[in-house]
Nanobody, 114 residues
Framework: VQLVESGGGLVQPGGSLRLSCAASGFSFTTYAMSWYRQAPGKERELVAHITNTGSNTDYAESVKGRFTISRDNAKKRVYLQMNSLKPEDTAVYYC????????WGQGTQVTVSS
C-alpha cells in the first residue's frame, strides 16, 4: 500500500499550489480520502475530505472557499487545490485513506512566505 504526495513547495502569500496524492495497493474507489496538515508545534488537523465517489466534500472552516479537494478514481489520485494561500497554511500536508485501515502518505511540505 502506498500513498505518495507531491506538489508542495514554497509560495508567496496569495499564491496557489495543487497537491496530488497517488494511491496504490488498495481498493481506492471503495474509500473516502482526506487531506490533513500539521504545522510545527501543532496537532495534525483535518483539512478536507471527499467521499469515495467524489459526490460529497467537507472542509475545515479555515480553508473553506480557498481549498478544493477532488479525486480521479480512474487514475487513483486525490488532489488538493489551494488558492489564496496564507502564512498560516504553512504545514506538512498528508494524504489519508483506507477507512479503518487508515493509510497515510509521507507528507509534502507547503511553505507560504514572502
Amino acid at each position: 500500500v502506498q500513498l505518495v504526495e507531491s506538489g508542495g513547495g514554497l509560495v508567496q502569500p496569495g499564491g496557489s499550489l495543487r497537491l496530488s496524492c497517488a494511491a496504490s495497493g488498495f481498493s481506492f474507489t471503495t474509500y473516502a480520502m482526506s487531506w490533513y496538515r500539521q504545522a510545527p508545534g501543532k496537532e495534525r488537523e483535518l483539512v478536507a475530505h471527499i467521499t469515495n465517489t467524489g459526490s460529497n466534500t467537507d472542509y475545515a472552516e479555515s480553508v473553506k472557499g480557498r481549498f478544493t479537494i477532488s479525486r480521479d478514481n480512474a487514475k487513483k489520485r486525490v488532489y488538493l487545490q489551494m488558492n489564496s494561500l496564507k502564512p498560516e497554511d504553512t504545514a506538512v500536508y498528508y494524504c489519508q485513506g483506507g477507512g479503518r485501515l487508515n493509510y497515510w502518505g509521507q507528507g509534502t511540505q507547503v511553505t507560504v512566505s514572502s
